[in-house]
C-alpha cells in the first residue's frame, strides 16, 4: 500500500513539474531542413518565451553529444521588450554526419530568480564569489527527427567549393625548392582532413596549412584555406593534376575541382666549374661547406615564404579611441558587472557564448576564466 501511495506522489510530482514547466514559458524547437544530405549544413532554432512573468527568468539550452551529427551554437538572441518578459531565441548549425534517421537531443533548463533574490545578491557580492540563487526547472522537450540521406563516399568535400593553384616556375637546380601554393575557398562542410598533395615518389615535401579564415555561418563554414608546399628533388619530376569530386548541397549535384599537371625540370650543378682549382684546390671540406650554404640559402627563402604568406593573411586594423561601451567593458572588474554591462549596452547578440560563459558564473558560481573571457570580448569589440 505505501509502494503505491509513494508511486502515486511520485507520478503527481512529474505532472506538476511538466505543468509548472508549462506555465513557466513556451519554446518552439524548428530546423530549416528535415531531410538533408549527410554533412549538408541544417540551421537548427530553439524560441523560449517567458509566459509566466512574476519573477526574472534565464534560458539555457545545451545540446547532447552523438557521433550522429556535429553541432556548433551560431547565436543566442536575447530579445526581451521590458522586465519579466524574457525571450530568447538559440541558432545552431547542424551537420548530420550519417545517412540514417537522428534523434538530435537538448538539455533545456528555465532558470527564475526573484527581484528581491538579485538586487540582494548585488549587495552581498563584491568580489563575485557569490552566484545568484535560481529555481531551475528542467524541461524534458522532445528531440528534433531529421532523415540524412546518403552521399557519394567519392566526394570529398560537400558545400561549393573552388580551388585554385599558384606555382612560381617549373624549372629548378638540385639545390633549390620549388613553392606551390593552392587555395580552398568556399561555404559547406569543413573537411579538415583534406590535402591536396599527398606524396610524390623521390621527392621532399615540406607542407604547411594557412587558414585565413573558417567562420561558421547559416550555409555551413565559411572557408579560405591555402595548402602552401614547398618541394624538392635531385631529378626532374611531376605534380599530378588533381581530380577531386564533391558535392553541391546547394545545387543537388555532384562536381570535380580541377588543377593542372605540372612537369618540372632539375637541372643539375657541375660543382668542379664552381671552382678555380689553380687559386682554389678543390678539397672535400670546400665541396661540404658550399653544400653546406645551399641547404641554408634553401631553408631561409623557405621560411621566408611562408612568413609572407602569413603575413599577407593579416588584416591591418587601425588604431582608434576606444568608444564608450569599450571603456565600460573595460573597467568592469568582476563577471557580473561585466554581464551587466553587455547586456545595458546591448552586445549579448555580439557575444553569445561569452554571455552564457557570464551567466553561469554569475548564476550557478561556476568557475570559468574570467581574465580571458573579458580579454576576448574586448578584442572582439577593437
Do not use: C, W
Request: charged share 25%; glycine share 2%.
Amino acid at each position: 500500500m505505501k509502494k503505491n501511495l509513494g508511486r502515486g506522489l511520485l507520478i503527481l510530482f512529474l505532472m506538476l513539474t511538466t505543468l509548472n514547466a508549462h506555465d513557466l514559458a513556451t519554446y518552439k524547437l524548428s530546423a530549416n531542413k528535415t531531410n538533408p544530405f549527410v554533412k549538408e549544413a541544417v540551421v537548427v532554432t530553439f524560441e523560449a518565451l517567458q509566459k509566466d512573468h512574476t519573477d526574472n527568468m534565464m534560458f539555457s539550452l545545451q545540446p547532447k553529444k552523438s557521433d550522429d551529427y556535429q553541432i556548433v551554437l551560431l547565436s543566442k538572441k536575447n530579445d526581451a521588450q521590458q522586465k519579466h518578459y524574457a525571450h530568447t531565441t538559440f541558432t545552431y548549425l547542424l551537420f548530420p554526419l550519417k545517412a540514417n534517421n537522428i534523434a538530435v537531443d537538448f538539455t533545456f533548463t528555465i532558470r527564475t530568480a526573484s527581484d528581491s533574490t538579485i538586487a540582494q545578491s548585488v549587495i552581498d557580492d563584491h568580489d563575485n564569489s557569490i552566484g545568484v540563487n535560481t529555481h531551475d526547472t528542467s524541461v524534458q522537450i522532445k528531440p528534433l527527427l531529421l532523415h540524412a540521406k546518403k552521399v557519394s563516399k567519392d566526394a570529398i568535400l560537400v558545400g561549393n567549393f573552388s580551388l585554385k593553384e599558384k606555382i612560381q616556375k617549373t624549372t629548378i637546380n638540385q639545390y633549390q625548392s620549388l613553392n606551390i601554393i593552392y587555395t580552398l575557398e568556399g561555404e559547406g562542410y569543413e573537411n579538415k582532413s583534406f590535402e591536396p598533395i599527398h606524396t610524390i615518389d623521390g621527392i621532399t615535401i615540406f607542407s604547411e596549412i594557412n587558414t585565413i579564415y573558417a567562420k561558421a555561418t547559416k550555409n555551413g563554414y565559411k572557408i579560405k584555406r591555402e595548402y602552401i608546399y614547398a618541394l624538392s628533388a635531385k631529378k626532374s619530376f611531376t605534380i599530378p593534376a588533381i581530380n577531386i569530386q564533391a558535392f553541391s548541397t546547394r545545387e543537388k549535384r555532384y562536381y570535380t575541382l580541377h588543377t593542372q599537371q605540372h612537369n618540372i625540370t632539375v637541372t643539375k650543378i657541375d660543382t668542379s666549374k664552381l671552382l678555380n682549382n689553380e687559386e682554389y684546390p678543390q678539397t672535400k671540406s670546400t665541396f661540404n661547406i658550399e653544400k653546406i650554404k645551399e641547404f641554408l640559402i634553401y631553408f631561409v627563402l623557405f621560411i621566408l615564404g611562408y612568413i609572407t604568406a602569413k603575413v599577407q593573411s593579416i588584416n591591418l586594423i587601425k588604431k582608434k579611441t576606444d568608444s564608450k561601451e569599450l571603456q565600460v567593458l573595460k573597467k568592469a572588474q568582476t563577471a557580473k558587472e561585466l554581464l551587466f554591462a553587455i547586456i545595458n549596452n546591448h552586445l549579448d547578440n555580439r557575444f553569445p557564448n561569452e554571455v552564457e560563459l557570464l551567466e553561469d558564473m554569475v548564476y550557478n558560481n561556476t568557475d570559468n576564466k574570467f581574465s580571458s573571457i573579458k580579454n576576448k570580448i574586448i578584442k572582439g569589440m577593437n
